[in-house]
């Protein structure tokens, strides 16, 4: 009989301590996946955030270096420089990636370090309790913003997809999701494609996903799921920007 | 300028740190343009990649230290060096480097403060060097040099200890030391880099479990217990690493203490008063964490009337670990100007005429 699906190799034997219908858990699954079919675990180095995913490497098997709340960019171009044969990937919320790293990010793309970026977008601060994230859509309610978010005073949902686009050096964006079976095979090519990206020295790849935090977002799972399809593609479309 | 007879170069303090590290073994720099240390970054950007390394010019202080700290996880011997404004946005990394116990080189060629303040030399930032700065428990070593060979030499000493304690280790300088040209007498046969293993560091986990550079401890207790082997490492490096220069000191009555480029001004105190007869010393401590305390034990137990002046580019910081030094066996006066003010030789010797 042909073994169709085994537990992958990179992601350790634990039970999680994310929240039930979580984008995390999933995205781990998907990151160690495409990592052992590539064949790279022993030679990957990830850059974990600080947010949900802080403890990322409890979960993944391969070599893992914590960084300062949203300097994992900075830390990650240094370990690519230092060892362009190694495969650096950084995992990132919204917040890490596009509020207090702004500057990491958009540095490290104009770069075009030839690293692996994977962005994920809850339109919220999942760790420190459901806080208005720079990606948190017009009116939607958060910790900081009781009465939804309101463009006057907090601005509109920062597209960092679509500013880092823009940029000479960097070679593929490309924003996916994981409300569904269809959609979360489709993120995982895209990641898989990142991936690939680094190893042909392509260069800088970011795969943003757009994930569910039902835990703040107020809903249970599956309506979360329903959320990111009917509320979050909206604001942020789905497909390849580069 | 070369000499050819003795091997001497004159080069800058800021240049002579950069050479020191390169030929320490430094292979990653990252650093952000600040005065007074710009010759310092604009040398690695020269020679760094020549020397086989990573140069980085990066987008922030905060971003360069955050490049170190991934350098020195993934093994390699790193620097990052700025100036008073830039070494306080560099404290995040700092606290991170040390929470994760990485060795890694920091250079503060330190500028008149608080807030934008100016380009001259001072050494406002003893406090910040030596007492944290960053968050948590945690020391980084603090090494003070007070001239172009020294600052030369001390690089491979500082390249040394970080890996050693797996700790950060400050290069405390000023804009004076930055800035001045020295003849400098380069190791005609390199000194060899130590080499240190590092089975901790990040390349790959092929033949071997996973190694992970972390500093999160969520678990009941575990952060106290990680707090305690960081107290245990600090304790060795106070017992072991307290390193002092001293001149004069066996027959004096009254005993500068001063660091740095204010060493050298209080040396040439010390110099004239001692052509005077005035029985006056001087203590220059090279290690600013751990302050040299035992130099100070050893006096105050045998001479039970000595007197101490800290001279500082500082409103009154060294000063304090003079204080706690000499534990009220001894009186401990205090000279010191700021923010472009430099004491000079002969307030020196009107203040120490005026005490004794
Ligand atoms: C310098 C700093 N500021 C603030 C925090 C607190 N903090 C921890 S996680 C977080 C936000 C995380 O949000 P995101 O990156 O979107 O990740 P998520 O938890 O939603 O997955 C913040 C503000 C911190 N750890 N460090
Ligand atoms: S708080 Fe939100 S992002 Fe964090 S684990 Fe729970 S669902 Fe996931």
Known sequence: ?242 | MEDKNNNKILISGNEAIAQGAIDAGCRFYAGYPITPQNELTAYMSEHMKQAGGVFIQAESEISAISMVYGASGCGFRAMTSSSSPGVSLKQEGISYIAAAQLPAVIVNMMRGGPGLGNIAPAQSDYFQATKGGGHGDFHCLVLAPSNVQEAYDLMSDAFDLADKYRNPVIILGDGMLGQVMEPLEAKSEKRKAKKFKKPWALTGCKGRPANVVKSFYMADGALEKFNLILQKKYRSMRQKEQRCAVSFISDAKLIIVAYGSMARIAEGAVNTLREQGKKVGLIRPVTLWPFPEKIFKQLTLKNKRLKFLAVEMSYGQMVEDVRLSVSGKASVEFLGRAGGGIPTEEEIIKKIKKIC
């Not at chain 1, 990830?46 to 949900?52: F, H, L, N, R």
């Not at chain 1, 540095?107 to 075009?112: C, D, F, M, P, S």
């Not at chain 1, 601005?155 to 050096?169: C, F, R, V």
Request: net charge neutral; glycine share 8%; proline share 5%.
């Open chain 1, 1 to 242: 009989m042909d073994k169709i699906y085994s537990h992958p190799k990179s992601l350790r034997n634990v039970s999680t301590h994310y929240c039930a219908g979580c984008g995390h858990s999933m995205l781990h699954k998907l990151v160690a996946q495409v990592i052992d079919e590539l064949d790279i675990r022993e030679k990957i180095i990830a850059v974990a955030p600080v947010g949900c995913a802080v403890v990322a490497y409890d979960y993944w098997d391969f070599d893992c270096s914590e960084s300062a709340h949203g300097r994992a960019m900075a830390v990650a171009t240094a370990i690519k420089r230092l060892r362009p044969e190694n495969i650096v990937f950084t995992y990132q919320g919204d917040g890490d990636l596009a509020a207090i790293g702004t500057a990491e990010t958009l540095h490290a793309a104009n770069r075009g370090e030839n690293i692996t970026v994977i962005f994920v977008n809850n339109a919220i601060y999942g760790m420190t309790g459901g806080q208005m994230a720079p990606t948190t859509l017009t009116g939607q309610k958060t910790a900081t913003t009781i009465n939804g978010r309101d463009p006057q005073s907090e601005g509109y949902p920062l597209k960092i997809s679509e500013i880092l686009a823009t940029l000479k050096a960097v070679k593929y964006v490309e924003r996916v999701a994981v409300h569904d079976a269809a959609h979360i095979i489709k993120t995982k090519s895209a990641i898989k494609e990142a991936f690939l990206n680094q190893i042909n020295g392509v260069g800088f790849s970011l795969v943003e996903v757009l994930s569910p935090c039902p835990t703040y977002w107020g809903m249970p799972p599956v309506k979360a799921a329903a959320w990111v399809k009917d509320e979050m593609t909206k604001e942020f479309p789905l497909g390849r920007l580069k």
